[in-house]
């Protein structure tokens, strides 16, 4: 059973690797107006996505004062906020985006060390 | 504790409530479902792990300030909070921003304004917040400030509002207004732009369109007054065309009214030559108009122009005439001619009260333009009347100049005529006479060649008296062709012999008066008297039916020779005569007269006989002689005359010491359109003062004044201003005082108890020099 359970899992891994990298990524980044850290944000963002997303992801940017009703909806607490939405699982980045590892490594863009 | 959507609550003190949601798979949780599997457990583990890692980054950012806010669900919903450092950009635009942003109460008290606005209103901040939005506006803006504050609290307002700053400056500015949700009560946002930019371009742009229409109504202008001038020049009668004229201008400068006056020299009024605006029945009316009378007749009379304004509320008596037809203001102007007012135009507004400076300028010069045309026009009659008496004068003088020249050829023609009779005459007296003389003396001598001693005695007796009488036929010829006396014994002793010889010949009885001082001293001029008183005297003989007349010879004071010719005979028309081929022999006389300087004279008429006078300029030139007044002097008066009205007068300084004498002397000098009597004076001295003075030039002296008598003053005089006349006059005359003014220098010497007309030819003749 467990080797059954390998076999298939290697092949779900290898599946899932393959798909993954034809995967569509949707993001949503959440800003609080235009602050410096807004700014940085969006601009980590989209170089990110540019470079390592390139013509796979959908990011969309929101600005909390302008439309707070998308809040709840994404169970947001601070600004800046970086939500990835597409491909499962659903993760949350926190911050000004500057770390650019840490952002890929957030959005599974990195395998994990060790 | 848990509600229904899995939310967990904490309700703390603090005022920032935070919710840390946690998906709905997490539980606070000691309740574990005891029948969970491994695989679900781990899978479950893992997830709660990275939910973990999640709030504790989320924890983490928040802690080290790398959020920039907080969303809070609370009682009243969801909140965000902004943390610090994030208002800075906000503020940074609202405080750089170009317009000025102000939040205002309802109240319109200020409670926020940037920096923008405080340079607007030009005053402090803490003169500013807190204000009422009223205290920045000036008085007139105070309504709209308030109508603002009541529209802008239901909806959003834009409007145009004018701030006065603190130095009283005014800002126009165009304010949009909105209504602020604040969570402590309402207030209105408002944004101010500056307009004055703005407007100044407008104003600009106004100014732009003001010139333009400036300029093209001066362009409107031009043309209207040069089309005026040209059609003015190109008419030749002026006042015809102004009435279209008039109405052109009328248009141009919004006139209702214009009225042309002609100045009518014999009625001595002002004649309405054309009008506009008014009926026919009014123009009947002041049709005339004097001198003086309303704004026209002030004009013409001042010769200047004349401006009534606002007339309705002025009173103005010269505009009385027109308020009556309704003329707010009215110009009239005098046109001009030759520096006298020939006439007024003048024009007449019901639309405004005041003429503009540029309107009158169009007037006037419309006027001047009018004025000019009459002027040339007056300018062409002038020259075209000189031009006709001109050519008058030339015909005359040609068709004159064409008679003489007629006269002259027939002269000529009738001299060679007269050349061929004489030598006819002579030839017929040398044939018939002496040549059958001479033949009959040749017979005689052939007898006596054969006569015998007997008969030859007589036969040359017979010879010897044809051959005197040959010999005294020739002597007769010869004396009559050219007289010796003439030249050896002169003209007085030649009229003489001539007297005596037509006495023989023709019984014509001839007197012969003449003076012998009167005998000219040049050969061919007693060789012409001598020919044309001898032609006369043969006219008289043949045409008079006389029997007698009488010459008289003279010298003249000014040494003139005259020589009269009379006969109390039947006389003659001298205008036919001259017609005819007879007065050619008085014309030839004429001519050689004139030729020689002198001049005939002849006056006769059909009943009255015939004095013909010749006179003979001197030889010389002319000495001072002083003649006895009471001698006619018979100056030639036709040549005085010709003389004196080259010069315009004779000035004349009287100086007599009898005041009674002096004016009735000025009195008589002064009805003589030449003669001026520029002073008088009482005694030599003051004579001798105005005559350095005046410089007159004849001066008519009394010789027996007191203190410097005539004599002297004469001379002092004639060693000051050489070139002066002196005449002096006496009581009675006496030869040795007489001789004393020639001396010294004086022309001539009269009586005072003489005839008027003699010390006014004297005057003459003194002024004339002879």
Known sequence: MAKKLRGDHEKVLARAAKARAKERYVLRLYVAGITPKSDRAIRSVKEICEQSLKDRYDLEIVDIYQHPGTLKEDQIIVAPTLIKKLPFPLRRLIGDMADREKILLGLDLRPKCG | MRNKSGKSVKHTNADIQIAIELPASSRNSTCLPPDLSTTELSRENAELRAQLAEAQATLHAIREGEVDAIVV????????????????????????????????????????????????????????????????????????????????????????????????????????????????????????????????????????????????????????????????????????????????????????AFFNFLADEQAGKLHLNAFGGISEEEALNIEWLDYGAAVCGCAARQGCCIIAEDILNVPDTRADLVRNYGIQAYCCHPLMAQGSVVGTLSFGTKTRPHFTPEEVEVMRTVADQVAVAMQRLLNVQALREFNESLEQSVNERTAEVQRQTTRLRALAAELGQAEQRERKRLASIL????????????????????????????????????????????????????????????????????????????????????????????????????????????????????????????????????????????????????????????????????????????????????????????????????????????????????????????????????????????????????????????????????????????????????????????????????????????????????????????????????????????????????
């Open chain 2, 73 to 256: 669900s609370g009682s009243q919903g969801e909140q965000i909070f902004s943390l610090t450092g994030v208002e800075t950009v906000y503020r940074l635009i609202v405080e750089t921003m170009k317009e000025a942003a102000f939040t205002v109460a309802f109240d319109g008290t200020i409670l926020f304004a940037n920096a923008r606005f405080e340079e607007y209103v030009k005053r402090p901040m803490e003169k500013i917040l807190g204000h009422a939005l009223h205290e920045l506006v000036p008085q007139d803006q105070c309504p709209a400030v308030e109508s603002l504050l009541t529209a802008a609290q239901k909806e959003p307002v834009k409007c145009r509002l004018v701030f006065q700053g603190a130095d009283g400056t005014l800002i126009p500015a165009f304010v949009l207004s909105n209504l602020l949700n604040q969570p402590d009560g309402m207030s209105i946002c408002m944004v101010a732009m500056d307009l004055t930019e703005l407007e100044n371009s407008t104003h600009l742009i106004q100014e732009l369109r003001r010139q333009k229409d400036a300029l093209r109504k001066s362009q409107e202008r031009l043309q209207l007054l040069s089309s005026c001038a040209s059609r003015l020049l190109a008419s030749d009668n002026p006042q015809s065309i102004i009435n279209e004229l008039c109405r052109e201008v009328m248009t141009h400068l919004d006139c209702q």
């Open chain 2, 431 to 770: 044939h018939d006479h002496i040549q059958q003389l001479l033949v009959a003396a040749q017979m005689h001598l052939g007898l006596v060649k054969r006569a015998d001693s007997m008969t030859i005695g007589p036969a040359i007796q017979g010879v010897e008296s044809i051959i005197r009488e040959a010999i005294d036929a020739s002597r007769s010829l010869a004396m009559d062709l050219s007289p010796p006396i003439l030249h050896q014994g002169g003209l007085v002793p030649a009229l003489g012999w001539l007297a005596n010889r037509i006495e023989e010949k023709n019984l014509f009885k001839v007197r012969v008066r003449a003076d012998n001082a009167a005998e000219p001293e040049m050969e061919p001029v007693r060789l012409l008297l001598f020919e044309s008183i001898r032609e006369l005297l043969l006219n008289a003989i043949k045409y008079s039916g006389a029997h007698e007349a009488e010459i008289m010879m003279m010298r003249t004071p000014d040494d003139w020779t005259r020589i009269t010719i009379e006969d109390k005979g039947s006389g003659f028309d001298p205008e036919v005569a001259n017609a005819s081929r007879n007065g050619l022999g008085l014309f030839g006389i004429q001519q050689r007269l004139t030729h020689i300087g002198g001049k005939m004279e002849i006056e006769s008429a059909p009943g009255q006989g015939t004095r013909v006078s010749l006179l003979v300029p001197p030889e010389k030139t002319r000495k001072d002689t002083l003649e006895p007044a009471a001698d006619a002097s018979e100056i030639d008066e036709q040549a005085l005359i010709g003389f004196s009205q080259k010069k315009n007068k004779i000035c004349i300084l009287l100086a007599d010491d009898h005041r009674i004498v002096r004016q009735g002397l000025s009195s008589l000098l002064q009805l003589e359109p030449d003669l001026d009597i520029v002073a008088e004076a009482e005694d030599g001295e003051q004579a001798l003062k105005l005559a350095r003075r005046l410089k007159p030039d004849v001066v008519v002296a009394d010789v027996s004044m007191p203190g410097m008598d005539g004599v002297e003053l004469t001379r002092m005089l004639l060693r000051e201003m050489p070139g002066i006349k002196v005449l002096g006059l006496c009581m009675h005359i006496e030869k040795d005082v007489a001789a004393a003014m020639r001396d010294a220098g004086a022309v001539g010497y009269l009586a005072k108890s003489g005839l008027s007309e003699d010390l006014i030819t004297a005057i003459r003749a003194c002024a004339a020099g002879r």
